[in-house]
């Protein structure tokens, strides 16, 4: 696959090659250009504007939220969190999680992105010192489980 995205670029550069120009400047512009396209078609989500979070809980790698649901049962998500579909799950310490998969930002310091969710769940200490959540020694598996299940939390 990368080799086919490769052979495009490097098609496209060729294609947009002005006379005079090296090969070499079409090619860093086109890779320029392509890589802008990328960046903005990944922050525009899909057509309606939204970024797809359901597509993103589904590319979280090895993710399952059946697992992340269970792993916040066993590290007691629940005792500070309302999580919907999570048994037990009714805290008031820690905001309610309903449409989680909506909010812009993980406990308003990073971008809510899969990248960022789970490093929040992974240790949240170091991304805002000052936090009530604590360290609950979640892996980064567990984080990603969990990531998955949160990311399927839409509406509240």
């Known amino acids: 696959m990368l080799a086919l995205i490769v052979l ?15 090969m070499w400047r ?5 890779v320029d250009q392509t890589a802008a396209d990328l ?7 899909p057509g309606d504007g939204h970024p797809d979070w359901d597509g993103a809980a589904i590319r979280i790698y090895g993710a399952n939220a059946d697992r992340g649901a269970r792993a916040m049962i066993a590290h007691g998500c ?13 805290g008031s310490v820690g905001p309610h999680l309903g449409g989680f ?8 310091v990073l971008p809510n992105t899969p990248d ?3 490093r929040w769940l ?10 009530a959540m604590p360290d609950l020694g979640v892996t980064e598996a567990q984080a990603r489980d969990m990531a998955a299940y949160l ?6």
């Open 116 to 118: 960022g969710l789970v």
């Open 26 to 30: 079409a090619l860093a512009d086109t």
């Open 39 to 45: 960046a903005q078609w990944y922050r525009d989500g």
């Open 122 to 131: 992974v240790n949240p200490v170091v991304h805002a010192p000052r936090t």
């Open 101 to 108: 998969a909506d909010r812009a930002y993980v406990a308003g």
């Open 8 to 22: 495009s670029v490097i098609a496209m550069s060729w294609a947009a090659m002005r006379p005079g120009d090296g």
């Open 78 to 90: 629940g005792a500070c969190h309302t999580i919907p579909g999570v048994t037990g799950a009714r």
């Open 151 to 156: 990311y399927t939390l839409r509406g509240r």
